[in-house]
């Protein structure tokens, strides 16, 4: 048998197909010493397949047993048995199983993700004991009347005249209604219910993380003889305190006003921060108090990235101390407009926790801390029974599973059955899941729908169950239309939720379920009107006809002064310019189609969705527009709601930036929307009274928020600079992204207004000012350092995946392979879906000859990727290797499948199948490099074919014939001649093609030989002595005169087998021709006769 030496034949596979920003080669030097290339009838054995991973490399978790059980029990927590908290993975994965590619190579080598399932299994048994009294009854009436979407939000009776004077045992949670519904948010977190819960540090909390604290918090809240109040009273304080939370954070981020003290800064108002003694709490006021210091490295959740909320506007004549934020609540300061009263510590401290699957929090939102605080209330009272579980992949606590279910047994118990009787815990939950999805900073065009898959997981698990209550339930309310409204409401939001997770449908048969639920009926049609003031001649104008269900639009009128506020918002043609074109309607020609019915918000709301599908279902040119602008239009028809009708005019001006009339009209409505969140005088809001008496309180614009996509302030903000720097305002655009830290985005503007240094200028003097590890990284990617990147891993205590990769590039670049793939394979634990790096672990490994790593870390990429036909040729190049041919084939099929261009998978093919004796197909591949180099220059290096492959080949299938002809296997016999006639193709192509060696005509004339054919036989015979003697020197050469004589002897018999006097003259003539040449070159003289 032939073999070949290891470094004879190098596979290189190109990453150009990948995501890689730049190419990536593997180089897999195979030994191809156990393939079979059919000569001796030796064969080297095959090794056995090295290459699965081992299950024993994995974390593994531990049956799950029940413990504790009794049936007379009043209370049970059942616990996991021996329950490994260390274990970080399991062998599941985020990844659905439909999308895995189909060759066996992927399907073994799954790739393991972060879980918690372990941790997750705890549950609670609800104390079965706990029966709602009479007052229980009345706050489980009001709760489903006042927290559940209601067609009279906002307008119904005061709470104090619903609970009435004779329930003085519930007037901390009558408290807490009116704290509620008046938009005093920060006061609930301020009560006294609330410092009781989140007021006090709990013991061993360095060894918790936040999230734990909060939850062990509210367990012990239900401890016995810690109130006098009902399970029930307790989980409607905690679900308000929750919704109050959630809705500060909404109110900071979102809607707006802002809590900026000093909206006359000119007074110089001494007075605390509005959010001390809340942000945090005291229970982690120690954790408050830090500066950017190393977390206790026994901290569960490690504490990463981002910056805190913008940096205070300097002031040269404020005392030097001024601008230094207080984290205590009785300290009294001059506040500037932009200042936090939390360090940075504190600040990325729960962007960490708030991080999900490897995606961190956009850095610049205010005040993270309480929609942390709400997500952990909230999922808590949502799924009771496993109150344990959260988003977060970190290392769950042992000693939070002692505490929760040691003492607290019954405690724990008492809260699940009291959680268990509220209506809208799974409704709000839902709520926080959404806002905390829209906090991840993915890109928008780089979000494919695959980011953040545990919340996605989680919030299909909270709306399933409001579905499930409201939605399926026709009985859930009394009242029928309630009870639809309520459907319609929650249909709505899930919609949403499924656009800004970008799933499949984007919410559209949500939006349409909706629709159906609210009787609402809507007609997309046309009618002639003109849209500009000049205009004489009418066109067709696209024309949303919504006739809403009667009964539930009465009661939905606005006040008259409410509607002036709210129209305020809009920014009109004549505001911008004198001679403004536009009209700020359509006019139609027909009278009543310039009338139309009075709509409720909800409905407005179901027509904004129905414009988001639009936009969402078609590409985005004149039609769709148009298309958009009259969902738009029948909206703003109306003027009930504050952030309804905003986000009616947000939606307009985007479309209108398209278009030449409409643009400078669309950037200063942007502008102003932007504006009206905070309390500060603006461009756009130049007087107090604007900022004060104009605009609509908090409760007002929070009550329909859920219903509508109205963006957060940093994503307005960055939407708004995306807009200045395609109108070229390259600088302004540049500051709008600086103030919101996307620090990728500063440089690209600095650089088109050819301000390179400023960039780094700009990013140093913000490091100045606070460390962040997004700002290293920023520092970094300019200077190429990569103690900035180290720096960026310091401050986030190596959970900043962006330096791990930068680092590794780093080093891939300097040659450093080892330390390269240490820093990637870091950063792949923190956000294991990148498949580009994975690409890049894999080429690296390979070049280190570590297989296992290699092979993991292709089986990621094409189960992500499984188009990807380079990392599937490494794959099988990897098998190709240890000598592992069945394994390494199909792989070989996928990769041709997605690129059938490359010459070295067919090369690698070739020798797979001469192994697998699969002839045909290496036929195939034969014939496919001789077309790719046929077609392809010299200098791409493809090789011409091997000789012992060609003999493999001919060998094989000659092989197989005979057998099958001796075993009398009439179909292998028939499947054999066809395979010989591609063999006899083969040799053709491959003569016509390239230049030929004296092997080929010997090989050629063995297969004549073989199969009978006696004249193609001695042509061949022929063809070879002709090649072999016009090679110089062969006479010379001892290899060459064997072989010279062995085919003068081939041809002798085929002469003497002839017989004829003719064909016996011509083989003397080649005889004494070669035997003339031979004595030539030695020399030799041939004695005389005589002697």
Known sequence: MMTMSAAAVPQVHDGNDSDSDDSDVA?????????????????????????????????????????????????????????????????????????????????????????????????????????????????????????LPHPLSGKQEPVDVVFGDDCSELNNVKSLFNLLENGQYADMLRSQIALDLFGIEIDGSDELSMVEQIKSKILAYFAPKATSESAIAKCQELELIGIASLNLFLQLNYCGPSMDRGIKPEEGEVAAHPLDGINPHGMFESLAKKENEKAPSTCVSPLPLSASTPIPEEDESAPEGDNVPSNQATETVIVPLKETNTTNYFHNAVLSELAVDGEWPFQVCAAPYFLLLARSILSTLAEATSPFRWWSSAKPSGNLVDALTGANESSASMFAAGASHLSSTSHWSARAIVAHRRLISTRRDDDDGEACPTLWNEAERTFSRCISDFCDNETAFKDSERNAFVASAIMLEWGLAQHHFRKSGRGKASFNKALEYSKLEVEVTGADGVRTKYQTKMTAQYLVRAKPNVSEADGNDTDAKNKAHVEKQMIKHDDVSDDALLLEKIRFENADDNVHFNLSIHDQSILLALCLDVKNDNPMDGLTGMQMFAYLARVLNQHDDWMVYATGLLERAWLECERTHGRERAILQIQALADQHSNRLTLTQSTFKSVEEDSAPAQDRLRHLHGIVYPPRWDML??????????????????????????????????????????????????????????????????????????????????????????????????????????????????????????????????????????????????????????????????????????????????????????????????????????????????????????????????????????????????????????????????????????????????????????????????????????????????????????????????????????????????????????????????????????????????????
């Open 718 to 1091: 960055r939407d708004l600079a995306e807009r200045y720097a395609k109108l070229g305002i390259v600088t302004s655009a540049a500051e709008l992204f600086e103030e919101i830290e996307l620090w990728d985005d500063v440089v690209e503007c600095y650089r088109i207004a050819g301000k390179s240094n400023k960039a780094e200028e700009v990013v140093r003097a913000r490091l100045a000012e606070k460390e962040t590890p997004s700002m290293y990284a920023a520092l970094g990617d300019i200077t190429n350092d990569p103690k900035c990147f180290e720096r960026s891993l310091e401050l986030s205590h190596g959970k900043y995946y962006d330096s791990h990769v930068a680092l590794g590039k780093y080093y891939f670049d300097k040659g450093d392979m080892k330390t390269a793939l240490k820093y990637f394979l870091d950063g792949l634990e923190i956000k294991p879906l990148l498949p580009a790096v994975w690409f890049r672990v894999g080429t690296i490994s390979m070049q280190l000859k570590e297989w296992d790593t290699a092979l993991k870390a292709f089986t990621e990429v094409v189960q992500q990727e499984p188009e990807e036909g380079d990392a599937w040729a490494n794959v099988a190049a990897i098998h190709i290797h240890r000598r592992n041919s069945a394994e390494a084939y199909p792989a070989l099929l996928e990769s041709l499948k997605q690129n059938r261009n490359n010459w070295r998978v067919w090369h690698s093919k070739l020798y797979t199948c001469i192994d697998l004796k699969k002839y045909d197909e290496a036929i195939q591949a034969c014939v496919e490099l001789i077309n790719l180099k046929a077609r392809r220059n010299a200098k791409e290096g493809v090789e011409p074919l091997e000789e012992k492959c060609v003999r493999a080949i001919v060998g094989g299938t000659v092989r197989k014939y005979q057998e099958a002809r001796e075993a009398k296997d009439k179909i292998g016999i028939d499947s054999s001649k066809r395979t010989l006639v591609r063999v006899r193709e083969l040799l053709d192509k491959i003569e016509s093609s390239t230049k030929i060696e004296p092997w080929f005509y010997e090989l050629s004339a063995h297969f004549n030989d073989e199969l009978g054919w006696e004249e193609e036989c001695f042509n061949d015979l022929m063809k070879e002595y002709r090649t072999l003697n016009s090679a110089k020197g062969w006479e010379e050469d001892s290899v060459k005169v064997g072989k010279m004589v062995t085919l003068m002897r081939d041809i002798s018999k085929h002469h003497k087998k002839i017989g004829t006097k003719e064909s016996l003259t011509k083989a003397k003539f080649l005889l004494n021709g070669v035997v003339k040449k031979v004595r030539s070159a030695y020399n030799y003289t041939e004695p005389s006769k005589e002697a």
């Open 27 to 147: 180089f897999a030097y195979l030994d191809f010493g156990g393939v079979d290339f059919g000569e001796d009838g030796e064969e080297v054995k095959e090794e056995s397949n090295p290459s699965k991973i081992s299950d024993a490399d994995k974390p593994t978790r531990e049956d799950i047993a029940a413990a504790n059980a009794a049936a007379n029990a009043p209370a049970v927590v059942e616990q996991v048995a021996n329950l490994d908290l260390n274990a970080s993975e399991s062998d599941a994965t985020n990844n659905a199983s439909d999308d895995l590619p189909t060759a066996s190579t992927a399907q073994n080598n799954l790739g393991s993700q972060p879980d918690n399932s372990s941790f997750d299994s705890l549950t609670i048994v609800p104390d079965p004991n706990l029966v709602p009294s009479k007052s229980d009854q009345l706050l489980l009436d009001i709760e489903k009347e006042r927290l």
